[in-house]
């Protein structure tokens, strides 16, 4: 972990907190409630329009969930992380409506400020642990009729979104030429009548392996040299691309019900990536089997740091594991404790 300097930062006389969270997605939550309960009193900044989403993150985009344990009829995505931060607050969390635009992780207690107040000299607040939960988004391609079409027949996460109905026994597409679009199309094989897979380039940037699996699956088409332009549908629901060939310049119609992206997601680590150690790709890189970061006394939980599994349940988790490393940091150094 990266030293600290000696410098001694004061308490804040504005706010001081044991432990801050910042981010109201599955893995902040899921951490704001262990704390809690833990009589830590937790404060969870959720943003205003953080990352661009609402407060409760990339779920607050989607409509039925039906992939998290202990709702066997599926739940709306928003009324899911509603009843996350009901949880939290329950338990005594202080739930802040609030960005956070600088932190200063030099020192313990760490200071952060709020946005607005980063550039007016004021007084910063302070914590004693930080848990980094600001999730990650689906990089998107911008084609004309995506935004009327998100959610209602295009997706991010075929994983999440390709067993719903609406792509049941319909064809579906994949943009994409890495490993990720190959899993994410050969799963979709499970659902769909047939999949077509649109590669940019002569040839895919996905494994030997995976090509193989993915070119050999009879249910897949990959269309090569081939990009999307237009996504098309009744105002409800997607039922058509129009495509184009990117070396001869000519477009045609697919009709598929379904459009995945697999062409990335983007951190949300702009924040802290010049003090915490990330990735190539700008993920927040952690202890392995841990959450805890390349500074001490700040952990990070969920998308952020997770660029494998995406899910809502994997980051819940990931969030609890963060509460129980940042409590017992926290209890060893009131002890005197020294690693």
Not at 22 to 45: C, E, K, Q
Not at 140 to 148: A, F, I, N, Q, V
Not at 268 to 275: E, G
């Amino acid at each position: 972990m990266a030293p600290l300097s000696n410098e001694k930062v004061p308490r804040s006389t504005k706010m001081h907190s044991k432990v801050v969270i910042i981010g109201s997605g599955p893995a902040g939550h899921t951490a704001a409630i262990y704390l809690a309960r833990a009589n830590l009193n937790p404060v969870l900044f959720e943003g205003f329009l953080a990352n661009g989403f609402a407060a409760g993150g990339q779920l607050t985009t989607t409509t039925d969930v039906e992939n998290f344990p202990g709702f066997p009829s599926g739940i709306l995505g928003p009324e899911l992380m509603d009843k996350f931060r009901e949880q939290s607050i329950r338990f005594g969390t202080q739930v802040i409506s609030e960005t956070v635009s600088k932190i200063d992780f030099s020192a313990r207690p760490f200071r952060y400020w709020r946005e607005g107040e980063d550039q007016l000299n004021s007084e910063p607040e302070t914590a004693d642990a930080i848990i980094i939960a600001t999730g990650a988004s689906a990089k998107r391609l911008g084609l004309k009729g995506e935004e009327t079409y998100w959610q209602s027949g295009i997706s991010a996460c075929a994983v999440c979104d390709g067993a719903v109905p609406i792509f049941r026994n319909k064809p579906l597409a994949v943009i994409g030429g890495g490993d990720s679009a190959a899993e994410e199309a050969t799963y979709l094989t499970k659902y769909g009548s047939h999949v077509y897979v649109l590669v940019r380039r002569s040839e895919l940037r996905a494994s030997k392996i995976m090509q193989k699996r993915l070119l050999n699956n009879p249910k897949v088409t990959v269309l090569w040299n081939t990009v999307a332009t237009e996504c098309q549908g009744d105002g409800n629901l997607l039922n058509n691309l129009r495509i184009q060939d990117v070396l001869t310049g000519e477009t045609k119609d697919l009709p598929v019900r379904g459009l995945f992206y697999a062409i990335g997601h983007e951190p949300a680590t702009a924040l802290v990536r010049s003090q915490l150690q990330t990735d190539a790709d700008g993920y927040i890189v952690t202890v392995p089997g841990t959450t805890q970061t390349s500074v001490k006394g700040v952990f990070a939980a969920g998308d952020v740091q997770d660029k494998r599994y995406r899910q809502a349940i994997t980051s819940a988790g990931s969030g609890c594991m963060a509460a129980l490393e940042a409590e017992r940091l926290i209890a060893e150094e009131e002890e005197g404790i020294e690693e």
